[in-house]
């Protein structure tokens, strides 16, 4: 059974860079549907980045500021952020499923779920 581990969050200050990693127990990053979703206290979980079968795709609020993109070596996707914002504070996860899908942003639409790493971000 494919597992998805996730790594790098931590506490940082608004404008910091951060690199989260999701790493696959199984080769699959080239032919899943990959994606980071995050979770605010109180609120739902909210779509953030997917790597399907054509170009990342992100949510408005993280265009220009984070990067999704494959480690094929080290079978796993990476998720490079910059210019962070407390708005930004959440616990990030990582998703997969086993086909390529226009749905990404749809977290209903994942079978594979990280445990998740908290991302902070102080003002």
């Known amino acids: 059974q494919v597992q998805l581990v996730e790594s790098g969050g931590g506490l940082v200050q608004a404008g910091d860079p951060l690199r989260l990693s999701c790493a696959a127990s199984?080769?699959?990053?080239?032919?899943?549907?990959m994606a980071w979703f995050r979770q605010a206290p109180g609120k739902e979980r909210e779509f953030v980045a997917a790597?399907?079968?054509?170009?990342?795709q992100y949510h408005e609020s993280v265009k220009g500021r984070f990067t999704l993109f494959r480690d094929n070596a080290k079978n796993s996707v990476i998720l490079q952020m910059t210019s962070l914002k407390p708005e930004d504070t959440a616990v990030y996860f990582c998703?997969?499923?086993?086909?390529?899908?226009?749905?990404?942003?749809?977290?209903?639409?994942?079978?594979?779920w990280g445990q998740g790493t908290q991302v902070t971000v102080s003002s």
């Open positions: 998703a997969a499923v086993p086909y390529f899908t226009t749905d990404y942003s749809q977290a209903r639409k994942y079978s594979i």
């Open positions: 199984g080769r699959i990053v080239t032919t899943y549907t």
């Open positions: 790597l399907t079968s054509g170009s990342p």
